[in-house]
């Protein structure tokens, strides 16, 4: 039941239809980034701001493969809609815990769809007075070009699916996976 050569599915693979990024992937794709986002910020130290509870595999394997100093916050927004699908409508469910003006912040994020809590939540950092502000995503689906956001890192563009793995839930199921993949329809329904 285990998809080949995927390593420890945790006694999820039989909900998992088909694979979408492998663990391997997914970390070679974390070291591309994280070379680029050395560069671009040679010298400086980075705050980085996870998005719970989405991002925190992403945050942990990203701060490590970076070779810059850096902090690292958290904040958890929870957007008004149903569980796969987001109205833009956010509300802080935990904030930062410090002032971030002057600071070189760069949010983490597991996936953008709509775009409409990054929207949000940018315009909510950029009030804050940060020296600068960027945003890196794992991953992100074809609607996100309907919204005016811009994020300047991405790893993968994935189509319009529902996945999980990689920090990414359903029903708070699956975050724990290495990889990424989407479910078998009977999932959902029982
Ligand atoms: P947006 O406001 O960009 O539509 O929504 C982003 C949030 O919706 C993500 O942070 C994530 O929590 C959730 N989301 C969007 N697409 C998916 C998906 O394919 N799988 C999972 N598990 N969550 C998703
Ligand atoms: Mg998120
Ligand atoms: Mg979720």
Known sequence: ?????????HGYGPDIDHVLLSEQQIQGKITEL?????RDYEGREV?????????????????????????????AVSSYGSSTSSSGVVRILKDLDRDISGMDVLVLEDIIDSGLTLSWLLKNLGSRRPASLEVCALLRKPDAIKVEVPVRYVGFDIPNEFVVGYGLDYAERYRDLPYIGTLKPQVYST
Request: charged share 20%; aromatic share 6%; glycine share 10%.
């Open 34 to 38: 994280a070379d680029r986002i050395a």
């Open 1 to 9: 039941s285990t998809p080949a050569g995927l390593g420890p599915d």
């Open 47 to 75: 705050l980085l701001v996870g998005v719970l509870k989405g991002a925190v595999l992403f945050m942990s394997d990203f701060a490590r493969a970076l070779r810059l100093p850096t902090q690292m916050e958290f904040m």
